[in-house]
Each structure stands twice: as structure tokens, then as C-alpha cells.
């Protein structure tokens, strides 16, 4: 993990405010979903990509019935025979 050399304060409310020029740099926009993950002691800010809900994948992922779920998994639920 390379540090940006930017330090910022928290508010009253927990907020902090990313640069302009790393939300540049990362492609974040206003309202884009961020995703906070902890590593140790360390609290890391990602862009939120949808993860299938069966085999965890991030490749082709769409959503069905409010869930994310990949093309591969799609593929094979379609094998599933209906009277299973």
C-alpha cells in the first residue's frame, strides 16, 4: 500500500474528504458506493465492485432478484434440471 502523503481530519459526524485529485486519479464520482474494508489496523477505501453471492467472482456480474450473481453461475443453474 503506497501512502498519498495527504492528511485529513475527521468531523464531528466521522466524515473525511478525499483530495480531488485521488478521486480523480481512481475514477470516483459523487454518489459512487465505496466499499471500507479493515486489514488489521489499517481501514482501506475501495470502489465498490458486486461480487457474485455463490462463488465470490467479480468477472460479468450481473444482478438477479436484488442479488449478484456472475455469467458462470447463471450458466449453471441453467443446467439445473426444474424438477430438482
Request: proline share 6%; net charge positive; aromatic share 6%.
Amino acid at each position: 500500500m503506497k501512502p498519498a502523503g495527504v492528511v485529513r481530519k475527521v468531523d464531528q459526524l466521522g466524515r473525511i474528504v478525499l483530495p480531488k485529485s485521488l478521486r480523480k486519479r481512481y475514477q470516483m464520482n459523487e454518489g459512487d458506493p465505496v466499499e471500507i474494508l479493515v486489514q488489521g489496523d489499517h481501514i482501506i477505501l475501495e470502489r465498490y465492485r458486486p461480487k457474485c453471492v455463490f462463488c465470490g467472482s467479480m468477472e460479468e456480474v450481473g444482478e438477479f432478484k436484488e442479488r449478484y450473481v456472475c455469467a458462470q453461475c447463471m450458466e449453471e443453474m441453467n443446467l439445473i434440471p426444474k424438477n430438482a
